[in-house]
């Protein structure tokens, strides 16, 4: 590693995330030029390990940098810094202000303090003197069988979701599902589609693979059903992927034309449909559309969810349906990958589900959440005078916002940080770098309180107010 910009130290207690940290740290690097044009920014895998962190904070921190224009990417080399930027950030970038407390709707992670801690230690001090060593001992590749036979049950009653525990295949978490999907069923050279915009961490796990991404754009119904049939003949894709219900980053949710359409295409033109699962239950109105899996008859559906946005992030536990004819390629990634997830967890999960807390908890959390939704709606309806476009979801943790004809959501971001808010800029959500798409904003609500959220509205009026 030939820079040295190894000793940085993340404020582990900050708002702001280790990825935005790591972006302000490099960014500030160029602008003062210790990074000069031309330079290489050292490797992922390197790099995160010498930092300690996942390679997914190093990509993200990455990503934004190349969205913000101060370095661009080299397919097979690597990150270098830009011309431009080096000799231009000055003029609109401000210092980082890593010594304020930021409220932060840029994280759509739950607030720690309604993790149903106590009740979850109950479990595994439960487990524990149950099971005493075999808590803690590797479970089968696919998952404590226990757990996966209660999750059987509680996908039909919740879902209408059909399976068997032998189809379903437990992961520490929804990160690690992609991989072992994307491991087990691409190969370089091979097209994934894509919502646009959409999940950057899942585009960059298909991109590690040497898939060509495909994005469709998103109507109020789901995907473009014409453009994504005429890029289904031209690209066959081997893998479409999809957030039916309160969809990342946009909260639209799939009608059931548009899925039912979704599954005729995967059977015509031969290829499965990931569906990725993390807000269903989060509904404060009308609620999400039917899952997509629970219509599936040929088996053309991947169904990956995970507990992280809707327990506690730290469990690191989410599961995927598999169809019958990927079992075997998926439980050999998994058991390659690291031969089985948590024992302890997959236990206390599995009592946590037989004695319905589960249902308990989500109610609890609808409530609390439901509050915030409606404080974040009310304030951000406010801002359709100032011609900003809201979509109004049912649902969910966040919401869209299309920012005025000629206001950067990048810029925008930059002013918001300078006054102590975090939002997410919507460039890092498109597959394929769009200056047109550089006019969005994602706001979330799942770590803030009343008062942050009356607080960090008023300051984003403000922002967009004075823009100029």
């Known amino acids: 590693m030939n820079i040295n910009i190894v000793p940085l130290q993340f404020d582990l207690n900050s708002t ?7 972006f302000h ?15 290489k920014l050292p490797a992922i895998r390197s790099f995160a390990k010498a930092l300690e962190v996942n390679n997914i904070t190093v990509i993200n921190a990455y ?24 000799e231009e950030a000055s003029v609109f970038t401000p210092k980082p202000l890593y010594q304020q407390e930021l409220i932060n709707f840029s994280s759509a992670s739950p607030d720690p303090g309604i993790f149903p801690t106590e009740t979850f230690k109950e479990y595994i001090v439960e487990v524990i003197d149950r099971d005493k060593g075999y808590a803690f001992g590797y479970q089968e590749v696919n998952g404590f069988m226990k757990l996966r036979e209660v999750l059987t049950q509680f996908l039909k009653q919740t879902y209408g979701i059909e399976t068997k525990a032998e189809l379903i295949q437990m992961v520490s978490g929804a990160q690690q599902g992609l991989d072992i999907i994307a491991k087990s069923l691409l190969y370089s050279g091979d097209s994934v589609i894509t919502e646009n915009p959409t999940y ?17 754009s998103l109507t109020p119904q789901g995907l473009d059903l014409v453009e994504f049939e005429k890029k289904v003949k031209i690209c066959k894709p081997k893998l479409v992927y999809i957030m039916p219900n309160f969809q990342n980053p946009t909260t639209i949710c ?9 599954l005729k295409l995967a059977h015509t033109y031969d290829f499965y449909l990931l569906e990725e699962d993390s807000m269903w239950e989060l509904t404060y109105g009308t609620g999400g559309s039917l899952s ?8 053309r559906v991947i169904y990956l969810k995970s507990f992280s946005k809707l327990l506690m992030p730290g469990l690191r536990i ?14 050999r990634t998994k058991q390659t990958t690291d031969i089985s997830s948590s024992g302890l967890m997959q236990r206390a999960l599995e009592l946590y589900f037989k004695n319905n807390k589960w249902e308990e908890h989500i109610h609890y959390m609808k409530e609390i959440y439901k509050d915030r939704y409606e404080c974040m709606l009310n304030k951000l309806i406010e801002l359709e005078n100032d011609d900003v476009e809201l979509y109004k979801p049912q649902g969910g943790v966040c919401f869209w916002l299309r920012l005025p004809k000629g206001m950067s959501a990048q810029h925008l971001y930059e002013k918001c940080y300078e006054k102590g808010l975090l939002i997410f800029p919507s460039p890092i959500f498109f597959p394929h770098l769009d200056p047109s798409k550089d006019r969005y904003i994602r706001l979330s609500f799942a770590a803030c309180s009343i008062s942050d959220i009356q607080k960090g509205t008023d300051i984003l009026a403000k922002c967009i107010k004075t823009y100029h």
């Open 63 to 86: 990503k934004q940098l190349e969205h913000t224009g101060y370095v661009t990417s080299k397919q097979g080399s690597g990150y270098y810094v830009s011309k431009r930027l080096t």
């Open 25 to 39: 740290y490099l960014k500030d690097l160029i602008i003062k030029g210790d990074l000069a044009f031309g330079d």
């Open 16 to 22: 702001e995330p280790l990825y935005a940290q790591l």
């Open 292 to 299: 997509l899996k629970s219509l599936d008859t040929e088996d």
């Open 200 to 216: 950057n961490g899942a585009v960059d796990v298909f991109k590690s693979r040497g898939c060509r991404i495909v994005p469709v």
């Open 254 to 262: 799939y009608n059931k034309a548009t899925l039912l359409a979704l």
């Open 318 to 331: 989410g599961f995927i349906i598999m169809p019958k004819a990927l079992v075997e390629a998926f439980t």
